[in-house]
């Protein structure tokens, strides 16, 4: 049998308006989005443009997954 794990997810983007294409800001957010989760390992980030009537809309996707307590990869 092979060994599989579910990897967990969340997308985030800057508000909707004048800023929603900053990609810096919206990156400072998922940073701070990811800190906030504690001990994690990312395995991804996707980042994602919109285009919509008020211009470029960015977000990003990360996929992580729990660190291991004892700090192996």
Sequence with gaps: ?????????????NPKGRDQGDVPALLRRVADSIEELGPVKVQDLILHEEITEDGPWVSATVYFHPADPAGAS
Excluded: G, K, N, V
């Design 1 to 13: 049998m092979t060994p599989s794990w579910t990897i967990r997810h969340f997308s985030q983007a």
